[in-house]
């Protein structure tokens, strides 16, 4: 019998080490060390196959042709903008996101599309066939070169791709994959790194694009080691609040693409369908004369969004003012609550704020500044900000609103919308080329905004 072999692995890093510490020495997160045990014949079979040496795969870069199609479509607008214009032949792709956020449908909704011409593996190692095919029939996809394989056996699914040689390979989800030679649990960091592993060497040499979906853990990280992360070509993130029916898909991570792009999507009874213009969905529900709102423009990608910023400022019946933020950095919210009563006199110590940003956006560029310090003193002196006016800017710790990026994309897409005034940084007003149907006004600091408002 083999003898085994037990290690100790960090779940944030793969720091591995023979015995257990309550911290680990790496990354110096606490109770993250969990037990791996490995056969040290699995281990004696793997370095010995790796005596063979294979030089096959070295090609001089003037004989590699670049004449093939590179990407597939996968038919939904906001998912091949985010992956870079589509799908790169040969590359893995990492989706991850919350339980039940509808991984799991993109990857449907997509595999319907590439199944109209093209030959598709989808493997589940947590439904039965029955569930697929139920799945499958609420979001219309139905056609014979879909392929579902009920696996957990990373082995048995790499095989099966190299003797049917699919043209697109999906996999929900990679925590549920094991690889025999390896005595872990499903999950584990070791399993989940090797398996990831011949996954990737599988779809790099038969150059065949691999969707994984990934597990998140409690922090929104995906669950597993970093170094998954590291070897995949691209990592996404499906973001989104329960309670709303938008979702939001990011690229941390793109080898063939901009990490700055984002697809939006609402989720429906037919699955998820495109939002094309996010700025307008967002603000159909939008009240007006209302105080402690205002409406800022800020660049996901190349795309500008308008997003309403809502506050609520009240007095406090306890000691300690409250203070809550939904969507927004909320040490950014106390720097700029900070700079509100230090530089321009607005008391919030005693004052409870809430800060909101509908719809479940996450803003988290700096030219939200404005609006949400415009927003915090109408909701202060309970006068509302005129509703056609859009407020751009970075707040600097004496109240000075400094200049941000791409601002003609950002005022042509409020004069779209109908707005009719848009405040931004004085600095950015000599990078305007263009003429916009809507009244610009450029101010140096926040008390000249709130002057030309209040």
Same mark, same amino acid.
């Given at each position: =019998? ?32 969990? /037990? ?16 063979? !040496? ?14 093939? /199609? ?99 390979? =999906? ?7 094991? !690889? ?34 990934? !597990? ?11 170094? =998954? ?43 998820? &369908?495109?939002? /094309? ?9 939008? +009240? ?36 809550? &933020? ?14 509100? /009563? ?8 005693? =004052?409870?704020?809430?800060? +909101? ?69 004085? &600095? ?18 926040? !008390? ?7």
């Amino acid at each position: =019998m083999a003898k085994l072999k037990t290690t100790y692995i960090c779940s944030n890093c793969g720091y591995s080490s023979p015995k257990w510490y309550g911290q680990c020495p790496q990354c110096k997160e606490w109770n993250t060390l969990n /037990e791996e045990i490995e056969s040290k014949s699995s281990i004696a079979a793997v370095s010995s196959s790796s005596k063979t !040496h294979n030089f096959s795969s070295v090609t001089p870069v003037t004989d590699i042709t670049t004449d093939d /199609e590179l990407r597939y479509k996968t038919g939904i607008g906001e998912f091949d903008r985010v992956l870079g214009g589509g799908l790169v032949k040969g590359s893995v792709v990492l989706l991850s996101g919350d339980p039940g956020i509808g991984k799991s449908t993109l990857l449907m909704q997509a595999c319907g599309t590439f199944a109209d011409d093209k030959s598709v593996l989808y493997v589940s190692g947590e439904e039965s066939a029955k569930q697929l095919k139920l799945r499958a029939e609420r979001l219309s996809v139905n056609s014979s070169k879909l392929s579902v394989m009920t696996e957990t056996d990373v082995e048995t699914v790499c095989e099966y791709i190299k003797l049917n040689k699919p043209e697109v390979v =999906m996999i929900d989800s990679i925590q549920t994959m094991s !690889h025999n030679d390896i005595q872990s649990s499903p999950g584990s960091v070791t399993q989940v790194r090797e398996c990831t592993n011949l996954l990737l060497r599988v779809g790099k040499a038969l150059d065949i694009p691999i969707i994984i979906v990934g !597990h998140v853990n409690k922090d929104g990280a995906i669950a597993g080691p970093k170094v =998954m992360e590291h070897i995949v070509d691209a990592v996404l993130y499906f973001e989104g609040e329960r309670n709303y029916a938008y979702r939001i898909l990011r690229a941390v991570k793109n080898r063939f693409g901009s990490t700055n792009e984002i697809g939006v999507f609402e989720m429906n009874d037919i699955g998820l &369908s495109e939002v /094309e213009n996010p700025s307008a969905a967002l603000l159909s529900e939008r +009240n007006t004369n209302v105080s402690g709102n205002c409406i800022s423009c800020v660049m996901e990608g190349s795309r500008p969004i308008l997003a309403e910023v809502q506050s609520l400022v009240s007095t406090s019946g306890y000691g300690n003012a409250k203070r809550q &933020s939904t969507g927004f950095d909320f040490n950014r919210l106390s720097l700029l609550l900070a700079v509100l /009563e230090k530089r321009f006199g607005y008391r919030f110590s005693s =004052m409870d704020t809430y800060l +909101n940003i509908v719809g479940g956006l996450k803003l988290d560029e700096p030219a939200a500044d404005l609006a949400v310090a415009l927003a915090l003193v109408s909701g202060l002196i309970d006068k509302n900000v005129p509703d056609d006016i859009v407020a751009i800017g970075e707040i600097g710790l004496s109240g000075e609103v400094r200049s941000v990026s791409r601002i003609s994309a950002r005022i042509s897409e409020a004069a779209r919308l109908g707005f009719g005034r848009c405040i931004v940084p004085r &600095s950015c007003l000599k990078q305007i080329k263009t003429k916009v149907d809507i009244e610009v006004i450029g101010v140096r600091n926040l !008390h000249e905004a709130i002057a030309n408002i209040f």
